[in-house]
């Protein structure tokens, strides 16, 4: 199937809200997804509700970029919309958390926290410079009640909301820094948001996730409109892999891919092999704008407005990742152990 068949495919998909709908009848917690890229923003925000407390994780919002193919006005529009979702949201809530200290990830405005239980990323501690600095700049004379949270575990309730311990925004020693991911368990449900972990790239991350085991899953996937001169194709190549093995690996009922991965209207293209591995596992991949019944925001803005950056391109399949971690393997940037687990794809 070529890239815009494959996307017109997608935009079929409207039946999948039935599922949301299902799983919110069913689920113990009520998850509400107050902003994400497939909805036409930088951003990961939700919010958790179980009964003993509302929480929201990483309230941040930033415009979608250049290559986004919306005009810079629907842009505006949707950044003002969900600005006031997430501000709304963060009203209505006790508990907030950041994952990290980018502004995607939190918005940098202390009357939106004045009051609530903040369980935050270290800001001094496993933290770059920009982000200790952005960091000191929301806490500090906040009145709020700052917890650092890296690896550990907070009780309301019922309710259990445990944290990694620092973990890469991506690849090892990346000058992006740390994140932490966030899991909510109630009644026996676990929901793991995984943060900035940019595919995953890395095994460790991925060992997290797959011990985590979570009902449902939000992953950021891998930052595919980057390639070529932020992102590696190696490492791109990582990602998927890894991907598969959290599809094989757990038994998450609910697993979703958005933010960065959304931001690329090649997206399915790229991620090929993951879309493959999860048809052949039974396992159904969502965007949030597809669990609301809505068309990925990217999708839709290719087909009306065309292309941005990107004219033509073909699917990253398992050939192609083989051949890129030869590379990588020949020139020591990756250990042997990637290609053979490329070549078992
Ligand atoms: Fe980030
Ligand atoms: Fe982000």
Redesign the pocket.
């Known amino acids: 199937m070529s890239g815009p068949d494959r996307m017109v495919c997608a935009l079929k998909k409207g039946e999948k809200s039935i599922i949301y709908l299902l799983i919110l009848y069913y689920s113990a917690m009520r998850v509400e997804y107050v902003a994400f890229d497939s909805l036409g923003v ?3 925000c939700v919010r958790v509700k179980t009964g003993d407390c509302d929480i929201v994780i ?1 309230p ?1 919002i930033a415009s979608e970029t250049g290559s986004f193919p919306l005009t810079s006005s629907e842009k505006m529009v949707l950044r003002r919309r969900y600005e006031g979702a997430i501000r709304d949201a963060c009203s209505e809530s006790e508990i907030i958390v950041l994952t990290h200290y ?1 502004y ?2 939190h918005i940098p405005d202390q009357d939106l926290y004045r009051g609530k239980v903040l369980l935050v990323k270290d800001p001094e501690n496993y933290i770059n410079r920009s982000q200790r600095v952005r960091a000191r700049a929301l806490l500090e004379g906040l009145e709020a009640e700052v917890k650092v949270a890296d690896g550990k575990t907070f009780r309301f309730g019922s309710t259990k909301i445990s944290f990694s311990k620092p973990m890469w925004h991506g690849t090892e020693g990346t000058n992006l820094g740390y994140v932490l991911s966030v899991e909510v368990e109630h009644k026996g449900e676990k929901l793991l948001h995984t ?2 972990v940019d595919g995953p790239v890395l095994k460790e991350t991925t060992d997290m996730i797959v011990e985590a085991d979570p009902d449902i899953l939000i992953l ?1 996937g891998p930052p595919t409109y980057l390639l070529g001169y932020i992102m590696a194709y190696y490492n791109l190549a990582r990602s998927i892999l890894n991907i598969c093995r959290i599809l094989e690996e757990t038994e998450t009922h609910l697993f979703i891919l958005d ?2 991965a959304l931001r690329d209207y090649r997206y399915m293209d790229l991620l090929h092999e993951v879309y493959r591995k999860a048809e052949a596992s039974g396992v159904s991949l969502y965007t949030v704008a597809e669990l609301m019944g809505e068309k990925p925001k990217v999708l839709e803005g290719y087909l009306r407005n065309g292309p941005t950056r990107w004219r033509t391109w073909k699917s990253f399949r398992k050939e192609d990742i083989i051949k890129v971690l030869e590379n990588a393997v020949e020139n020591g940037l990756v250990k042997g152990e990637w290609l053979e687990k490329a070549r078992e794809l």
Do not use: E, Q, T
Request: glycine residues 8%; charged residues 40%; negative net charge.
């Open positions: 930088k951003s990961s990483d941040g980018h995607d990830h943060s900035d950021d933010h960065h």
